[in-house]
């Protein structure tokens, strides 16, 4: 059963970049798209980009001039990287796996998320 | 950008009656890409419908997705005390890839 689950600092501060890493467990990483999703405190979801596992990208408008996502086959994870970030980053930040083998389908696996607070 | 209306924004309802929710969509989106997602308190959404009104692997038959064009609906036809949580219906294929509406959420009476 695939499983992801999301690591990072926890605390970053203003003007700063944050990286978060995904790392896929019970599966592989070919031949799917991934996701980076956030939630801000008591609000809704935000799609922040995908990658394939070939390293394609795609981001979202909003947010594509301070996002970069990486992956990694051999360590079976991938990675997002937002530079720049203010208060209004802080958010729960979640990788979700996408549904099939396109990058159009439903996020069908999602890791249990991992909080990052933008803060001096 | 395909902007999601979910109305209404909050629904208070007992166990055992019938939820209806719904989703509209600022233009037409594809049957084939609009899904819908439960948040529980404090957990990651999960998959509940895709393609307008296929289950998810593991959902209940009491959770049912329908629609077309502009205007979608999630039913859950018999509320258990678990299905007590936050609603978001979600495109994809548009730009950006994907968008999400703002959640209802269905609340204990």
């Known amino acids: 059963q695939v499983q992801l689950r999301e690591s990072g600092p926890g605390l970053v501060k203003p003007s700063e970049t944050l990286s978060l890493t995904c790392t896929v467990s019970?599966?592989?990483?070919?031949?799917?798209?991934w996701s980076w999703i956030r939630q801000p405190p008591g609000k809704g979801l935000e799609w922040i980009g995908y990658?394939?596992?070939?390293?394609?990208?795609n981001y979202n408008p909003s947010l594509k001039s301070r996002v970069t996502m990486s992956v990694d086959t051999s360590k079976s994870d991938f990675s997002l990287e937002l530079s720049s970030v203010t208060a209004a980053d802080t958010a729960i930040y979640y990788c979700?796996?996408?549904?099939?083998?396109?990058?159009?389908?439903?996020?069908?696996?999602w890791g249990p998320g991992t909080m990052l607070i933008v803060s001096s | 950008e395909i902007v999601l209306t979910q109305s209404p924004g909050t629904l208070s309802l007992s166990p055992g009656e019938r939820a209806t929710l719904s989703c509209t969509a600022s233009?037409?989106?594809?049957?084939?890409?609009l899904a819908w997602y439960q948040q529980r308190p404090g957990q990651a959404p999960r998959l509940l419908i895709y393609?307008?009104?296929t289950r998810a692997t593991g959902i209940p038959d009491r959770f049912t997705g329908g629609g077309s064009e502009t205007d979608f609906t999630l039913t859950i036809s018999r509320l258990e005390p678990e299905d007590f949580a936050v609603y978001y219906c979600?495109?994809?294929?548009?730009?950006?890839?994907?968008?999400f509406g703002p959640g209802t959420k269905l609340e204990m009476k």
């Open positions: 979700a796996r996408v549904r099939g083998n396109g990058w159009y389908g439903a996020f069908e696996i």
């Open positions: 019970g599966g592989s990483l070919i031949n799917y798209y």
């Open positions: 990658i394939y596992y070939s390293g394609s990208t």
């Open positions: 233009q037409s989106v594809s049957s084939s890409s």
């Open positions: 393609y307008t009104s």
């Open positions: 979600q495109q994809y294929g548009g730009s950006p890839r994907y968008t």
